[in-house]
T-cell receptor, first 113, second 112 residues
């Protein structure tokens, strides 16, 4: 059974804080993704990675950065949190090939005050 | 035009009803198609992949029409536990990164 875990289910931060969201998968998947999900906007891809130390911008990378130092771990960093980054953040992984089934973590609900 | 479009619903149906969702996609080069299910305040989970010849999994049937670029999901004999949001998912062309594009979802509410 594929397992994707995220470091926090709920997080409250203040504007300007640096925020780290961690994601770990245990199935040796090549690809990892970070999305945010907002009402009426659906899932939007922030960044993805298809290999260790590799990263690619998604559709809305502004205000975010990522790190993938190990295959199983993909971190999302909000350099200076803003209120418009209040959202549900979902991490996903897939085996290989970009069109493969993605498996999601439980999500982190981030509130930026 | 959105890359993947779905009727947001909500679809309110009684238990035992048959309900169908449609989804259209804009990228004619798409090769991978899925239906995901998302329960309230939970993560999306794969319901089923969609194959060219159509496929069935118990009460769920998925169809793909490449010529018209739409995908459908049919749920027979609806259960209360089927209440969720159903996301249509399509991949981009390989030269565009091949990433998955998620529709906004169709909300289903099954009532007793």
């Amino acid at each position: 059974d594929v397992k994707v875990t995220q470091s926090s289910r709920y997080l409250v931060k203040r504007t300007g804080e640096k925020v780290f969201l961690e994601c770990v998968q245990d199935m040796d998947h090549e690809n990892m993704f970070w999305y945010r999900q907002d009402p009426g906007l659906g899932l939007r891809l922030i960044y993805f990675s298809y290999d260790v130390k590799m990263k690619e911008k998604g559709d809305i990378p502004e205000g975010y950065s990522v790190s993938r130092e190990k295959k199983e771990r993909f971190s999302l960093i909000l350099e200076s949190a803003s209120t418009n980054q209040t959202s549900m953040y979902l991490c996903a992984s897939s085996l290989s090939g970009m069109g493969e089934t993605q498996y999601f973590g439980p999500g982190t609900r981030l509130l930026v005050l | 035009r959105k890359e993947v479009e779905q009727d947001p619903g909500p679809f309110n149906v009684p238990e035992g009803a048959t309900v169908a969702f449609n989804c259209t996609y804009s990228n004619s080069a798409s090769q991978s198609f899925f239906w995901y299910r998302q329960d309230c305040r939970k993560e999306p989970k794969l319901l089923m992949s969609v194959y060219s010849s159509g496929n069935e999994d118990g009460r769920f049937t998925a169809q793909l029409n490449r010529a018209s670029q739409y995908i459908s999901l049919l749920i027979r004999d609806s259960k209360l536990s089927d209440s969720a949001t159903y996301l249509c998912v399509v991949n981009k062309r390989f030269d565009q990164g091949g990433k998955l594009i998620f529709g906004q979802g169709t909300e289903l509410s099954v009532k007793p």
